[in-house]
Nanobody
Framework: QVQLVEPGGGLVQPGGPLRLSCAAS????????MGWYRQAPGKQRELVAT???????NYADSVKGRFTISRDNAKNTVNLQMSSLKPEDTAVYYC??????????????WGQGTQVTVSS
């Protein structure tokens, strides 16, 4: 019923930029929080950045000053602008949303994930 679609990802050289996007669709009343998590092979999933409907942001220490998260509330979309990418940023990035469904319940949803590879 509710879907998070996250096109983007790809191969980028160290120091380069990359932009990720995610759009929520379906029986949605409101989207409270959206953000991105990532998971590298052999490591647990970790938070990258989140943004509330009031545009309060939270970033992992490892990406502060390099990544910028933003959202368009009218379109239920969230964007992650990544710059100064490092090899350790290589991971599968998952879009996350905490939202109010058409039945009045707040639930967490996840995108399908997109691969980001930072390498020369």
């Amino acid at each position: 019923q509710v879907q998070l679609v996250e096109p983007g990802g790809g191969l980028v050289q160290p120091g380069g930029p990359l932009r990720l996007s995610c759009a929520a669709s379906g029986s949605i009343v409101s989207v409270n929080t959206m953000g991105w998590y990532r998971q590298a092979p052999g490591k647990q999933r970790e938070l990258v950045a989140t943004i509330t409907n009031g545009r309060n942001t939270n970033y992992a220490d490892s990406v502060k000053g390099r990544f910028t998260i933003s959202r368009d509330n009218a379109k239920n979309t969230v964007n992650l602008q990544m710059s100064s990418l490092k090899p350790e940023d290589t991971a599968v990035y998952y879009c996350y949303a905490l939202l109010q469904s058409g039945w009045g319940n707040r639930s967490s949803y996840w995108g399908q994930g997109t691969q980001v590879t930072v390498s020369s």
